[in-house]
């Protein structure tokens, strides 16, 4: 059995304790939080829940850490921190600041001879797989990414910290004219605008003025100035009934020339819909956690992103048999 423990307990760590019942080789030893302990309710009540200060005490316990705290804040410091004593996984997606963040867990994880599978999701992670795949395969073309229709709680968040704003809930949408094109193998250059908008739904408190809340979402710089972005105000009753879910998905479209006169267009394109998107990454966070193990018993050491690591080292299934049913 593959000794689990999880830390933080929000959405991702719910989803991840949910996730590791569907793997027969794990076992899930115990979940770490900076909440009071006593506060936290978990699905399975014979699995303790503890301060994260007493994860060090599960040294030689926990075959994996599952690490489920923020990009922002969480896992700059717990990812270096926690790979000094726990092979682990996270899902740091912060694009941009990946290879800083690399570095930093590597020469953790190398020092204390463990193993740390970073930024492991859907974007960063499977989508970045597919976007490597299709440039390697067809080098004579252009990738393109679409997020959406989907939740994006980074922007979600941004809305709520403004002044007299209740509630709110930002949606990503792809254009739809752009994304026909890049499909027909049109291979466009096209700005942020073209590519997606947002969609936000707001509770604003009693008196507050819709205008300026309004005015201060379109012009946020990072954020929505640059976006067509349409704001609709709305009650707490409607927002409860039909904006608490957590959708996501999206498109990697690769299209790229093929031929002597590179005469031929092919158009590769992967795609999720997701009902859940934190259900859903937590899913990939437990099934490389299992690659994250094996990986360490070979003496396979220091940080790994989905680009160093061998799919079948993710299924719970033997060569033999996954080259009898699923090559």
């Not at 850490?65 to 969480?74: F, Q, T, Y």
């Not at 800083?100 to 492991?120: F, G, L, P, Q, W």
């Not at 100035?225 to 009934?241: A, H, L, N």
Request: glycine share 8%; aromatic share 10%.
């Amino acid at each position: 059995m593959i000794k689990i423990g999880i830390v933080g307990y929000g959405n991702l760590g719910r989803g991840a304790e949910a996730a590791i019942r569907h793997h027969a080789d794990m076992e899930l030893v115990a979940i770490f939080t900076r909440r009071d302990p006593k506060t936290v309710i978990n699905l399975d009540k014979s699995v303790q829940v503890w301060h994260v200060d007493k994860a060090r005490d599960f040294v030689g316990e926990i075959d994996v850490m599952i690490l489920c705290g923020g990009s922002a804040n969480d896992l700059p410091e717990q990812g270096p921190y926690f790979s000094r004593f726990f092979n682990t996984v996270d899902s740091f997606d912060n694009h941009s600041k990946i290879p800083e963040y690399y570095n930093a867990v590597h020469a953790s994880a190398m020092a204390s001879r463990k193993t740390s599978a970073i930024s492991i999701g859907w974007d960063p992670g499977l989508f970045s797989m597919n976007r490597l795949l299709a440039e390697s395969i067809l080098p004579q073309g252009k990738s393109y990414t679409f997020w959406g229709k989907g939740v994006s709680q980074g922007h979600s968040d941004a809305i709520r910290r403004i002044k007299g704003v209740k509630k709110a809930v930002q949606y990503t949408i792809p254009v739809q004219e752009s994304l026909k094109k890049v499909r027909d193998g049109e291979m466009p250059d096209l700005t942020t605008r073209e590519k997606h908008r947002r969609e936000c739904f707001v509770v604003v408190e009693e008196g507050a003025d819709k205008e300026k809340i309004s005015h201060e979402i379109k012009t946020m710089p990072a954020y929505f100035k640059d976006y067509e972005t349409k704001v609709t105000f709305i009650s707490e009753e409607e927002f409860m009934r039909d904006h608490t879910g957590m959708p996501h998905g999206g498109f990697v479209i690769h299209s790229g020339r093929t031929g002597a006169a590179a005469a031929h267009n092919q158009v590769i394109e992967f795609s999720l819909q997701l009902e859940s998107n934190p259900e859903f990454t937590s899913s990939i966070l437990v099934a490389y956690a299992r690659a994250v193990y094996r990986l360490n018993r070979e003496g396979q050491i220091g940080a790994k992103t989905v680009f160093d690591i061998p799919l079948a080292y993710l299924s719970s299934r033997t060569p033999e048999d996954l080259r009898r049913e699923l090559l």
